[in-house]
């Protein structure tokens, strides 16, 4: 994200930002099922993102010197809208998620794998919208799942 940004100038078409609060890389879900987030974020975010003229930005790909902190908390807070990927129950994401919804509580859309996955307690009543994974971890229905 460029100062313009911070700024509240815009410089191109995309006038919102969306940050995309996510487990990174392959993990396992709670039943122990491997859960590729590359491929969630290629064949799902990514495109549904950018269909609706939103400029999908994980944060795991920022381009930053030092800590990741201080942009990622920028970012959330100033974003218009921000999805999190609640698959894995990463304590990380949950606090990333406690800010956003501190900071703008109806501009975030929740996402998880429903492949033995529960949300926890307190996150279960939220919207959420599910998705099934495949056998190599990738999501299995992402051209209906997306839309």
């Not at 201080?70 to 218009?80: A, F, G, N, Q, V």
């Not at 698959?87 to 975030?108: I, K, M, Q």
């Not at 929740?110 to 919207?127: A, E, V």
Request: charged share 20%; with cysteine.
């Amino acid at each position: 994200m460029t100062s313009a940004y911070f700024s509240g100038e815009t410089s191109d078409a995309h006038t919102t930002v969306l940050v995309c609060v996510d487990a990174i890389w392959e993990k396992c879900n709670a039943a122990g099922a491997e859960v590729n987030f590359d491929a969630v974020y290629a064949d799902l975010i990514a495109p549904a993102t950018e269909a609706a003229g939103l400029e999908p930005i994980r944060v795991d790909h920022e381009a930053v010197d030092g800590l990741i902190h201080k942009p990622m908390y920028e970012r959330l807070i100033l974003c218009d809208y921000a999805i999190a990927d609640l698959t894995t129950a990463n304590a990380n994401v949950f606090y990333e998620l406690g800010l956003r919804h501190a900071a703008r509580p109806c501009s975030t859309v929740l996402m998880y794998s429903k492949d033995g996955n529960q949300l926890p307690f307190d996150i279960g009543p939220l919207r959420a919208l599910p998705y099934e994974l495949g056998a190599d971890g990738a999501p299995a229905n992402a051209a209906e799942d997306k839309d």
